[in-house]
């Protein structure tokens, strides 16, 4: 076994990125994902299935403005990082420094225009006049989120994985914190003010870590946003933000499918179940948080067979890290949604279900970062399109389900994923072949 793993890692560059990155991005995730999980927990036992529903449409609803603020930003300053940071530190610090720039215009607009919609959004689709001065209340994690984006994009392209660590341990520190405090005796609305908090506090301290990782590498940040650097960031950025716009607001489509259908108790079941996601992926997007940096690094070298190498070690990894965790949470779902207090045992098929689709997605994940990391950013779109389309056709389809056929929409969503995203960058991969050249091995004329 331990020679089959020491094969299939190719080259001791990318062993040693690989286990470091891994180390300290399990470490942070691990920590803070844990955290987060026990504010959730939390928000459940203390909200009931009802109100924890309706927590879970507000969390959803704001997930739409952000992905619309966020511009694609985070994803592309995490490109142009990593490709430029050791060949080019003053184009990357540039381009990070237009990104932060960019980001916190975008929060400010996008947090202005949902705390301007809240009243309509909550009374004409959402049906529920109560959650208005919430949603306007989200407006902060908004703006700070959205603020926050660009930062973790450039940690992340920079490979200063233990930096992340210690930032989303901090941010799950204070979540949590914030969570026992408010929850009891605010409700859905102290909910909203302890991620208001936390994410305050992750922009600081995301910032504070920039500052110091870009000085080790010798990057000096430019807080100016020029016509060239904007054109630069959009021309990545937009694809990946039109992506998102194709798929996040499906999810909430489909959250609001759930509600129409079923009450906003089903859909507290359902983020019961969906909560588990998190813990079964936190391992893997720990892992795959190094697949677009590890991916796009390789471009300038125009080496397929190593690029190849590491989408297949990345892929088979990031699979198994999920399968660990998803096979014991299938087994014990019963006993583990009894953590979120009474009300919420009926979430056991769908928690099976989302687990089943979460191994799906662990294994899918990085062949998204290479059609990323490849520039086929049309693809890429088209793609999010169709998946937003099966989301949105499933929930629909098992509609009478409540929060289980929520789930096997999902479930059915994954295997169009995998069935239709792996024969194409298969033949994308072919493509770029006919282009790329091996690397040429220099040859010391005088030692001959």
């Given at each position: ?7 299939f ?14 180390l ?21 036992r203390?909200?009931g ?25 985070g ?7 990593a ?17 932060l ?17 809240a009243?309509?959004?909550?009374e ?28 973790l994009?450039a ?9 992340l ?25 102290g909910?909203?003010?302890a991620y ?5 506090l ?25 016509s060239a650097?904007?054109?630069e960031?959009?021309?990545?950025g937009?694809?990946v933000?039109?992506?998102?716009v ?9 959250n609001?499918?759930?509600v ?5 108790r ?15 992926l ?30 297949r ?13 998803a ?8 006993i583990?949604?009894?953590l ?14 989302i ?26 779109m ?6 937003g ?5 499933g ?11 929520l ?18 960058t ?23």
């Amino acid at each position: 076994m331990a020679k089959f793993i020491y094969d299939f890692t190719m080259g001791s560059d990318l062993r040693r990125r690989l286990a470091t990155g891994t180390l300290w991005s399990v470490v942070g995730a691990g920590l803070g994902q844990s955290l987060t999980f026990l504010s959730a927990i939390l928000c459940g036992r203390t909200l009931g299935p009802l109100r924890y529903g309706e927590f879970g449409i507000l969390l959803s609803t704001i997930n739409v403005f952000l992905m619309v603020a966020s511009m694609g930003l985070g994803i592309a300053v995490t490109k142009h990082a990593a490709q430029w940071r050791l060949t080019n530190p003053t184009r990357a610090g540039r381009l990070i420094g237009a990104s932060l720039v960019a980001s916190c215009a975008s929060g400010l607009a996008i947090a202005g225009l949902q705390a301007a919609a809240a009243p309509w959004l909550c009374e004409t689709v959402l049906k529920a006049p109560n959650l208005v001065k919430d949603l306007q209340l989200s407006s902060l994690t908004i703006l700070f989120t959205t603020m926050n984006a660009a930062q973790l994009g450039a940690l992340q392209g920079l490979e200063a994985f233990r930096a992340l660590a210690f930032g989303g341990a901090a941010r799950g520190l204070a979540l949590v914190s914030l969570i026992a405090v408010a929850v009891p005796y605010g409700g859905v609305e102290g909910a909203i003010w302890a991620y208001a908090g936390a994410s305050f506090l992750n922009l600081v301290v995301h910032q504070l870590l920039l500052r110091n990782i870009a000085g080790k590498h010798d990057i000096s940040l430019r807080y100016r946003l020029s016509s060239a650097e904007f054109r630069e960031l959009v021309r990545f950025g937009a694809p990946v933000l039109i992506a998102g716009v194709s798929f996040t607001p499906a999810v909430w489509w489909s959250n609001m499918i759930l509600v129409t259908h079923s009450g906003f108790r089903e859909a507290g079941l359902f983020q019961a179940a969906m909560q588990w996601q998190s813990m079964i992926l936190f391992l893997t997007n720990s892992f795959t948080a190094l697949s677009l940096p590890v991916l796009s690094s390789v471009l300038p070298e125009k080496n397929i067979k190593k690029f190849r190498h590491h989408l297949r070690v990345l892929c088979i990894l990031s699979g198994a890290l999920a399968a660990l965790v998803a096979i014991p949470v299938c087994l014990f779902a019963p006993i583990l949604l009894k953590l979120y207090g009474r009300g919420f045992e009926g979430a056991g098929w769908a928690l099976a279900l989302i687990a089943l689709s979460s191994v799906l997605t662990a294994v899918i994940t990085p062949v998204g970062s290479a059609i990323w990391a490849l520039d086929a950013t049309t693809s890429g779109m088209l793609l999010a399109l169709l998946n937003g389309i099966v989301l949105v056709f499933g929930a629909y389809l098992f509609s009478a389900g409540g929060s289980t056929g929520l789930a096997a929409a999902y479930l059915l969503l994954s295997v169009v994923k995998v069935f239709v995203t792996v024969p194409f960058t298969v033949r994308l991969l072919r493509s770029r072949e006919k282009h790329w050249t091996p690397p040429t091995r220099v040859i010391d004329t005088a030692s001959a």
